[in-house]
């Protein structure tokens, strides 16, 4: 398939999903609970007297927004056209499906960045004055390369839950300990050192250590190797996932269906 054709899918899927969303409103959860929990995670570290730990509680609600919309969202797309019948007729389409399937998910990541601004400015207003923020570049690179992880990621979600009998299941199963395992609040460095190997393999620890420095941090010690942890670590979590779609997609043609029995 030629480029122009897989760009003119990529972005007829990125319409659909535009279109999907707006039809959905509980896909946009994590744009409302953001707030709340930026709220209270700061209210906590405000009354125990640690004012200074205040901006890593307003990180902690973004990353755990960013992973909530790439599980709960992105890891659905093709779940959701499978219940709606609509497989088949995308999978015979002439178009890529891949790289519709592509553009949908990175139209969900792209808006699960909202949740930045609906975590600083709440917390901002609660400690009376902006978060700071020392590194603007670094915060933005961080952000980037965790969003497009977040993509890779929720493209391989979406094809374990079409093969999972229990989808809600395995969702609910990758959060709250992912957080732990990604140092969301508490970082890596804290938590039992038996914790630190799997933790450096997982790419939200690296971001959430470097967008912890990024905030506060007066210099930001060795940000080109981190960088590129955290780029080699979402390039990887992409081939899986590229890997993982080919095959799903091969099963589908072969079976004539998608998913369980």
Known sequence: MSARAATIAFAGGARL???ELGRTPD????????????????AVLLQAGR????????LAPVLMGLWVEALFVGG?????????????ALLAAPGSFAAQHLGRIATVSAC?????????????LMLGAPVPI?????????LLLTAFAMC?????MSCVFVLARSARAVQNALSYPFFVLGGVLVPVSLLPGWVEVPASLFFLSWSGDLLRDALTAPVVDQVGWRLAALAGLSLTCWAVA???LARTLRTARRTGRVGHA
């Not at 896909?27 to 700061?42: D, G, H, I, K, R």
């Not at 659905?76 to 088949?88: F, L, N, Q």
């Not at 960045?113 to 709440?122: E, G, M, Q, R």
């Open 112 to 124: 699960s960045l909202a949740v930045v601004p609906l975590a600083w400015v709440p917390g901002s």
């Open 76 to 88: 659905e797309v093709v779940s959701a056209e499978r219940r709606a019948g609509r497989m088949d």
């Open 134 to 142: 020392a590194h603007p570049a670094l915060l933005v690179a961080t």
């Open 17 to 19: 999903q535009l279109r």
């Open 51 to 58: 004012a200074d730990l205040a901006p890593f509680a307003v």
């Open 152 to 156: 890779g990621t929720a493209t391989l």
């Open 27 to 42: 896909s946009f959860l994590a744009w409302f609970t953001t707030p709340l929990t930026t709220a209270a995670l700061v």
């Open 242 to 244: 590229l890997l993982a």
